[in-house]
């Protein structure tokens, strides 16, 4: 009598809950928390990028006699590379975190929890009805609907618990550090300023202002350069630091978790098989 009580009261529990939907809700905050994060930091990652490609394409040229050109920041290459990685990973990450969120509406609308009170209300009415236990397949078919109907909501709010615990404040502080990269904000300074040299000068004088014009142009821009690609380098470890999240958090930890829950269902059939034996 005590375990039919106790079943009926989970069972109902887990019926408010399917109904009523509180877990789900939480469960969808936290997926839209996710993606208005996750599309704050693609944009900072493709506003870096700009500017990285702004200082690559920067250009000096002096023309006397042979024209001498030089382009300092080829050298960010490698950077540029990363970014673009990194861009891909967090443009990987709202994808799932889009298909999460479209199979926590599926699972959690109104005709998977009528199949669910169906299964339910059967499994109580032959629970009370019958001397014995209700039949190893009724049993299965309520494992799996229950199965169905909360695994995504149990997979998102442990990741959820596992976030807060242990990932949120350092992921928060990346986010924002990346945001105010200098890199991200200022690339648009780096245009370089032509002066138009008046035709009526004579030769000596126009090359004296062109030669100061340039002078004063490449001193400033090479100092915002040499700023902006220290900016990148310290960015380095917060763009590694989300990378490593964003794949643990839309990816890895949802497999495992969904495998835990898989495996824990098939431990359950086991266990029901085993009593109908005995």
């Known amino acids: 009598m005590n375990k039919k009580v106790a079943m009926s009261g ?9 109904v009523f939907r509180p877990l789900d809700k939480y469960a969808e905050n936290y997926i839209e928390e996710n993606i208005v994060s996750a599309l ?28 001498v050109n030089a382009t300092p920041g080829a050298a960010l290459d490698p950077l540029d590379d990363l970014i673009e990685r990194f861009s891909w990973v967090v443009m990987m990450a709202i994808t799932s975190l889009g298909i999460q969120k479209l199979l926590l509406a599926i699972l959690g609308s109104q005709l998977a929890t009528v199949a669910f009170a169906i299964v339910a209300f ?39 618990l596992i976030e807060e615990a242990f990932i949120e404040e350092s992921k928060q502080q990346s986010i924002h550090n990346i945001q105010m990269s200098p890199i991200a904000t200022d690339y648009e300074n780096l245009k370089l300023d032509t002066q138009n040299i008046p035709e009526e000068e004579g030769i000596l004088d126009s090359l004296k202002r062109k030669f100061s014009a340039v002078s004063d142009s490449v001193a400033s821009k090479m100092e915002s350069i040499k700023v902006l690609t220290e900016a990148v380098t310290e960015a380095l470890e917060d763009i590694l630091h989300l990378i490593a999240i964003f794949i643990l958090q839309t990816i890895i930890l949802p497999i495992a978790l969904l495998w835990t829950l898989y495996k824990a269902t098939l431990m ?6 085993k009593l109908e034996k005995e």
């Open 268 to 273: 359950l059939f086991a266990y029901f098989r």
């Open 40 to 67: 704050l930091t693609y944009g900072a990652a493709r506003a870096i990028n700009s500017g990285i490609s702004v200082v690559k394409e920067i250009e000096f040229s002096i023309s006397v006699g042979a024209g």
């Open 122 to 160: 059967i499994y109580l009415f032959s629970l009370w009805r019958s001397k014995g236990k209700p039949a190893t397949l009724l049993t299965q078919s309520l494992c799996i609907v229950l199965f169905v109907r909360f695994e995504f909501v149990f997979v998102l709010l442990t990741n959820y």
């Open 10 to 18: 989970l069972l109902i529990i887990a019926l408010l809950l399917s």
